[in-house]
Nanobody, 121 residues
């Protein structure tokens, strides 16, 4: 059974940084692209970033481009989201997700439970 466990969320002031981690288990991590999503209160879940199976290709939502960096360590079965210059509008529950395949296709079959990120102004 695939499990995704996020960590690293918390409370930070605007302009600060956080690094989220997502530890995966249950299938060969290096075979699958991974993504990060977020859901703010009262809003739909939205895409934030994705990385392909090798880590060489990435994709970002316009709202986070230039501030967030997605990366992965296949030896540790972990995907990261480095978030810099955080803004109050980044406040959300952040979820990691595993794609059905190796490429970034926005087709996810497993999701984590989420970690809360709160940015104060």
């Amino acid at each position: 059974q695939v499990q995704l466990v996020e960590s690293g969320g918390g409370l930070v002031q605007a302009g600060g940084s956080l690094r989220l981690s997502c530890a995966a288990s249950g299938r060969t991590f290096s075979n699958y692209a991974m993504g990060w999503f977020r859901q703010a209160p009262g809003k739909e879940r939205e895409f934030a970033a994705a990385v392909n199976y090798s880590g060489r290709l990435t994709s970002y939502a316009d709202s986070v481009k230039g501030r967030f960096t997605i990366s992965r360590d296949n030896a540790k079965n972990t995907v990261y989201l480095q978030m810099n210059n955080l803004k109050p509008e980044d406040t959300a529950v952040y979820y990691c997700a595993s794609e059905r395949g190796a490429s970034i296709r926005r087709d996810y079959d497993y999701w984590g439970q989420g970690t809360q990120v709160t940015v104060s102004s």
